[in-house]
């Protein structure tokens, strides 16, 4: 058998912590990638993976991508992620997520948890019984961070569409250019919302049609079917719904200048990058553009554990930071040639002190 640390995914993790308890039937798996930066920080995902191998990939895998995430976000924190392994009918008891809350807290804090996919506050209120680090819990004060990071997350890409504007149509507006938000969720629907404000031209599509319909006439846009959003002809395609939408086939049928959303995980594979690169196409690198979320709940968890107050304040002038950011990554990528979510990963990896 290969040894599971010489695989890629491993990516020179610093821990991979494997929890067995018996009595409550809990399996996590607990990775820390990085610590370079601060406690490795990341949601907790509960799911049910027939084959225990991909519960141990994903983990990996999206560790590596909040180290990161955390890093170009500015946060003082690294990047970690636990896989609860779910049983078949996905069994959820408070005995469970009571015997996740000892193994996080014995972890002494170098793993600091979230919610993630299968995992709701109330859940991570339940952890927070057992240990104190847990971040996204219900917002104390009027005030305060946290909370919903939706809005958050939907200001950041907001800002970081009018970079991009900017940069690629040499507009200092977004008045009549035209967005086309794939998803009208929480993200999504915060986006086109506030370029709405602003005098664009929103076309939007979600599976469910008639909400997206509804949505639409709300703030004077189209919608589109859910199939046709990625090909319409626009300015900017903003993806807001599910991962690996960018592929050969996607790609070649794009008819826009600028690809910016909060979706995680874009591009289907790492060279699907250059492919939107050749096409001319300006790609905002997806983990660097949707950080506003994390920083909400990263700067709730940082207030609470050095117990001082933390304010919305402090997070609009971090979620400020993306676009000078992603303006950074273009301007790199202009002068070298080089795909953005490439220099953008060089980027990380130099703040995580692994360049
Ligand atoms: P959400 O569930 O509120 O909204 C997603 C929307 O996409 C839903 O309305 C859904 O019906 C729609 N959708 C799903 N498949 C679609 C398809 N094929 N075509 C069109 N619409 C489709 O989720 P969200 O919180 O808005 O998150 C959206 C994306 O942003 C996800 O990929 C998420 O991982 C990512 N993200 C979210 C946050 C956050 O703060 N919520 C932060 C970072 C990244």
Redesign the pocket.
Known sequence: MTAFWTEPDFDDHEMVHVVRDRKSGLTAIIAVHSSHLGPGAGGTRFWHYPDPKDGLRDALRLSRGMSYKNAMAGLPLGGGKAVILADEDRTKTPELLAAFGDAVESLGGRYVTAEDVGISEADMVAVSQRTAHVSGLPVSGENAAGGD??P??ATGIYLGIKAAVRHKLGKDTVQGVHVAV????????GVARLLAKDGAKLTV????AD?AAAFADEIGGTAVD?DA?LSVPCDVLSP????AILDEESIAALDTAIVAG???NQLARAHHGQTLFDRGILFAP?YVI?????ISVATEYIARRDSKPSGVDEVHKLIASIPDRLETIWQQSDSSSTPPDVVADRMAQDLIGRG
């Open positions: 990071p939706g958050f997350t794939q998803g009208i969720g929480s993200v999504g629907g599509a979600d599976i469910h909400r859910a959003i807001n719904a599910l991962g909060g979706a995680n997806d949707n950080a506003g979320g994390i």
